[in-house]
């Protein structure tokens, strides 16, 4: 396995952020498309895949679980080239500082990636909440499962941050988590094989995920598929969960009790704690390199 030296693994994470921001705006919103449905597929995997396990090994092996599944999404957007909005967190400014490409096309690609990711998401969501969450009788009516109870849980609670300090905890959370993704962005580009960038992203992912940090893009699937699997909860299903806790699931909350919060630590997350420190801390090497 090829391995490149940190200061080159930064010139390279610029040079790829250099490349994207001069990507056309509609391919930016195909490419978030994309990952944002990837991104979709991992958390319905770790939807299904932790499903019961809590109640059975314990909370620690639920995340565990989760986690360990979660990562695919990113795996295959690295490796296919999709465009990701937390990714470009940190790639982006790296190639401001680097290649001094304007902060007007930094934003502009933010925007467009952010857009493709949320519509590739919510598409994603709805074939979970219309497919494998649901069951269909005969007469074409719906029952929520197992599968889509455990969707409700996680939907439920993603909007349970509330008050500033619930805001607080969802801000720092998505601080925690965008550190690893983009340290996991980076350990894919310090290797050049398929085996080593999967492993590469796999830890990290893996650790963020188990541990209970927010991703605005993961949870673009997330809570639209509680949103879209509320309607078909029974009487007794809305009475189980508790009918206080399944009215928070909506598309307001979405955004102002997470989606808004977690975005702006990711690019904290993303821009300070891996592309700033990064930059300084190799400036002088990467100049050299120039």
Request: charged letters at 10%.
């Amino acid at each position: 396995m090829v391995f490149h030296p940190p200061v080159q693994i930064i010139a390279k994470g610029a040079g790829a952020g250099k490349y994207k921001v001069g990507l056309e705006w509609w391919n930016m919103v195909l490419r978030g498309f994309m990952s944002g449905a990837y991104i979709a597929m991992g958390g319905a995997l770790a939807t299904v895949c932790s499903t019961a396990v809590a109640d059975n090994l314990g909370a620690g092996m639920g995340q565990l679980i989760l986690g360990a599944v979660f990562p695919v999404g990113l795996i295959i957007t690295v490796l296919t080239g999709a465009e990701l909005f937390t990714g470009d967190a940190m790639l982006a400014p790296l190639a401001a500082f680097i290649h001094k490409i304007s902060w007007m096309s930094v934003m502009n690609l933010w925007i467009w990636v952010y857009i493709g990711n949320f519509i590739g998401s919510v598409f994603y969501a709805y074939i979970m909440a219309n497919g494998p969450f649901v069951s269909w009788n005969a007469a074409g009516l719906a029952t929520v499962n197992a599968f889509g109870l455990r969707a409700m849980g996680i939907g439920i609670a993603k909007v349970s941050y509330v008050g500033m300090v619930g805001m607080w905890s969802a801000f720092l959370k998505g601080v925690g988590c965008n550190w690893l993704v983009n340290l996991a962005i980076l350990l894919g580009i310090c290797a050049d094989d398929a085996v080593g960038k999967f492993f590469g992203i796999w830890f990290p992912i893996m650790a963020f995920v188990s541990t209970g940090f927010e991703h605005c893009v993961a949870n673009m699937y997330f809570i639209p598929a509680a949103i879209m699997t509320r309607g078909y909860l029974s009487d007794a299903q809305i009475a189980n969960l508790t009918p206080a806790k399944v009215e928070t699931v909506n598309w307001v909350t979405a955004w102002t009790a997470n989606l808004i919060p977690v975005t702006i630590g990711n690019i904290v997350g993303g821009l300070l704690f891996v592309g700033v420190i990064y930059w300084i801390a190799f400036k002088k090497e990467i100049e050299a390199l120039e």
